[in-house]
């Protein structure tokens, strides 16, 4: 059972595709995110989509409209006590509404949350992420295990023994900061005693930390 999360705008059919793509089952809960006050287009928008979940054998959707304010923490939270009431996992399609302030509040509201599933947004073509992954580029890691992450983004493919030889630490040290990163999906290994590969996040997230350490240099 997972639950799908949707921001409604004029149109339904990208909400459509995701139910289909992900298969939906008459388990599924659906929550259908409207900024208020709803319009005459986006009633449309609601009506054909609960025909087609009607056609289709699913649960009717769920309505809840969010007040946009000047205060994008406000969004926040409205939306958090709408997640509380919600299972994981979550997939999330960010595709659609007329309010970008809608959208940037669903991102945020599921990372500040730690809520769990993948968001899609829809472009020229489909593109996703997990919230796990989100919430590590945010939030980075801690300063022992971005030496581990540091070594293998310098040397990809690094075996274990060596890790331990560059960062002075013991081996089961290693092992356990190696599975910290693989948990946080910022590296990998090809198979059981193989060597150790940084994902493109695991990149992003050291390039970030360097930029960040240069700075605090340059400061000082």
């Not at 992450?149 to 356990?176: D, H, S, W, Y």
């Amino acid at each position: 059972m997972k639950t799908y999360l949707f921001t409604l705008g004029l149109h339904e059919d990208f909400a459509i595709r995701r139910l289909v793509s992900t298969n939906a089952s008459k388990d599924d809960d659906i929550v259908l995110l409207i900024k208020s006050p709803i319009s005459a287009g986006i009633k449309r928008a609601l009506n054909a989509l609960n025909a087609v979940t009607l056609k289709m054998g699913l649960k009717d959707p769920i309505v809840r409209e969010v007040e946009i304010s000047e205060s994008i923490f406000q969004v926040v939270r409205k939306i958090g006590e709408i997640l509380n009431g919600l299972k994981d996992p979550l997939v999330v399609d960010v595709s659609g509404g007329e309010s970008r302030a809608l959208m940037l509040g669903v991102i945020l509201s599921l990372v500040i949350y730690k809520r769990i599933g993948r968001i899609y947004v829809e472009e020229d073509e489909d593109f996703y992420f997990s919230v796990e992954e989100f919430r590590t580029a945010v939030e980075g890691i801690g300063s022992e295990t971005e030496v581990v992450l540091n070594n293998v983004v310098e040397a990809p493919g690094i075996k274990l023994e060596e890790l331990a030889e560059k960062t002075g630490k013991k081996l089961k040290t290693v092992m356990n900061e190696v599975g910290l990163l693989k948990k946080k999906r910022l590296v990998y290994q090809k198979g059981r005693g193989e060597g150790v590969y940084p994902t493109t996040l695991g990149i992003v997230v050291n390039d970030s930390s360097r930029n960040y350490r240069g700075k605090k240099l340059r400061k000082r």
